[in-house]
């Protein structure tokens, strides 16, 4: 792109540059990540279009959308020409998107595998800076009845109270269940604690003729399935 064409507004730029006659004119998949953004925020600067600033405010984040949804409404006001109107329709759009991905991942609805789980929960807590546990309860053919948080705690742990867990196991009805919580720091490693309490509340439900299927660490990338390593 030229420095001339740099300069000028969108609406300026030859109607086949324009990322919203590009998306009427060739569909949504002929646009990259930074014209999309780019139409989100409608101008740029004086200095630059909304597109060059929308490569700006992507390459912050390694071009990585998942950290770009990160970002708060103030850290994207630091760049020069975002003021809060122009972050908060970045930061709503990011969330939709976070949102159409669970609902595709709920409309499975029947748990087939670990990756399955993962699906599910990786919108839910795959993100998050602090640790959450959260219960997925079974029908007997695996379907899934509800998720329920059972703790949410800081950054490196969270207390569970098998007690609450095994009584809204009663309550919906529940045949067996999988116990899914989130490590922010990335570490797939499950620590000592993680094996002594899937071990407790396996043994407790066990005596309900409930089954624990699985317990699932989710980071933002990657999963650890107790069931798939032979740890249950």
């Known amino acids: 792109m ?16 324009r990322p919203r006659e590009k998306l009427l004119q060739k569909g949504k998949l002929s646009l990259s990540d930074s014209e999309l953004i780019a139409i989100l925020i409608g101008s740029g600067s004086r200095n630059e279009s909304a597109v060059e600033l929308s490569k700006k405010i992507l390459s912050s984040t390694q071009n990585n959308l998942s950290a770009l949804g990160k970002l708060s409404i103030t850290q994207l006001c630091k760049f020069k020409g975002i003021g809060p109107a122009k972050a908060v329709s970045i930061a709503a ?12 991942a709920l409309e499975q609805k029947k748990i087939t595998s670990s990756n399955s789980v993962f699906e599910i929960m990786q ?6 800076g602090h640790e959450e546990f959260w219960i997925i309860y079974l029908s007997n053919n695996n379907k899934v009845i509800e998720q329920f948080q059972i703790s949410k705690g800081g950054i490196t742990g969270t207390l569970v109270d098998v007690r609450i867990t095994l009584k809204k196991a009663l309550e919906v009805g529940a045949v067996s269940l999988i116990l899914v919580h989130n490590h922010p720091s990335g570490n797939l490693k499950a620590s000592e604690a993680d094996k002594q309490l899937t071990k407790k509340l396996k043994t407790a439900a066990e005596s309900l003729d409930i089954k624990v299927l699985d317990h699932i660490i989710v980071t933002e990338k990657s999963y650890l399935s107790f069931a798939d390593e032979g740890m249950l």
Request: no cysteine.
């Open 2 to 17: 030229s420095d001339e064409k740099n300069n000028l507004s969108i609406k300026k730029w030859a109607e086949d540059d």
């Open 93 to 104: 759009a990011l969330e939709l998107g976070r949102r159409r991905r669970l609902e595709e």
């Open 123 to 128: 919108p839910v807590i795959g993100e998050l």
